[in-house]
């Protein structure tokens, strides 16, 4: 999770919002409850509009289906990643 720094030089822990809640939630549930991190995955993708995480989580669903958990748990962390990169400006 990103740090911000206050003026006083201490860091903050910022509060993730509702995207990456759902995002982490997804992925540490891919493997064992893979419809749980399913569905979590469908409420990202009602909420953005954002069309590069819209084709990652697209293929976590996609490889769910298949059955193959780990590429979806794999997909969903690619999408954590290209969030947080998104963030730090990158």
Known sequence: MPVAVDPTGQQM???PSRIDFLLRSAA???VTMPATAADM???VM?????PRLLNLLSSALVASDAGDHIAAHRWVQ???DYRDQRRAGR
């Open 46 to 50: 009602i909420t953005t509009v954002d």
């Open 78 to 80: 690619r999408a954590i």
């Open 41 to 43: 995955v469908m409420r």
């Open 13 to 15: 822990v910022q509060v």
């Open 28 to 30: 540490a549930v891919a």
